[in-house]
């Protein structure tokens, strides 16, 4: 997972706070598009725990990294909220079927720091590593991180797939191949965001596997 670095909690929410009495301070009641609005812009477009492409507001919904039913003193908090896709917007997911990795599978798993590392915490990205077939493991006999690809399905097939496609489209379909330098370059540019705010879909996927192409073709590996 990327990390995501929070900023203060929207002005809308934070008015809402304040204004609404005491018994419509609920998530239900939460003015949940602001909310939506701000996460993406700080998450670059991308679903907190899988990196996929999140367009629009209604492409996501609002995921509590500890869920509702675990602790209902977070469900308003924003440093609790993360913009995942698949949308739950009535009607989509009946037409798509539940989602059978990420936040939707997740979904009411009692998490804490020994099972589940949250993409907000500062050594996210040194705790999973990325290969070139698409699949996500863990680091250093980390158990909370290893618990976590199980708790989200990160290996799934279908997100393998998806993974695999993009490291393939970056590095790997090339005609002529990447050199060491360009494999090295685009390591570190596939973290960045565009003029629109934007990072590329599954970035460290692709940041992991470029690196160690860069190794392999550079006679470094």
């Known amino acids: 997972m990327r990390r995501i670095t929070k900023g203060p909690e929207p002005e809308d929410l934070r008015t809402w706070r304040q204004t609404e009495v005491p018994e419509n301070r609920t998530y239900d009641n939460m003015p949940k598009l602001a909310v939506k609005r701000q996460m993406l812009t700080e998450q670059g477009y991308l679903c907190a725990y899988t990196m996929q492409r999140i367009s629009t507001t209604d492409d996501c919904q609002i995921e509590h990294i500890v869920p509702r039913n675990q602790d209902r003193s977070l469900e308003t908090a924003y440093g609790n909220m993360l913009a995942c896709s698949p949308s739950n917007r009535p009607g989509s997911r009946s037409q798509r079927g539940r989602c059978p990795f990420g936040a939707e599978e997740k979904d009411q798993?009692?998490?804490?720091?020994?099972?589940?590392v949250s993409p907000l915490r500062e050594d996210v990205e040194r705790r999973f590593h990325y290969e070139v077939d698409g699949s996500v493991t863990h680091l250093n006999h980390d158990i909370a991180?290893?618990?976590?690809?199980?708790?989200l399905q990160l290996n799934h097939e279908q997100l393998m797939d998806l993974r695999r496609a993009a490291i393939e489209e970056r590095i790997l379909d090339l005609e002529t191949g990447l050199t060491a330098e360009e494999a090295e370059h685009l390591s570190q540019t596939i973290l960045a965001a565009d003029p629109g705010g934007r990072i590329a879909e599954f970035c460290l996927a692709i940041?992991?596997?470029?690196?160690?192409?860069?190794?392999?073709v550079g006679g470094g590996n």
Do not use: K, L, P, Q
């Not at 991180?145 to 708790?151: L, M, Q, R, V, W």
């Not at 940041?207 to 392999?216: C, D, E, I, L, N």
């Open 207 to 216: 940041s992991h596997v470029a690196a160690w192409y860069a190794g392999m």
């Open 109 to 116: 798993a009692r998490v804490d720091e020994s099972n589940f």
């Open 145 to 151: 991180a290893e618990s976590t690809i199980g708790i």
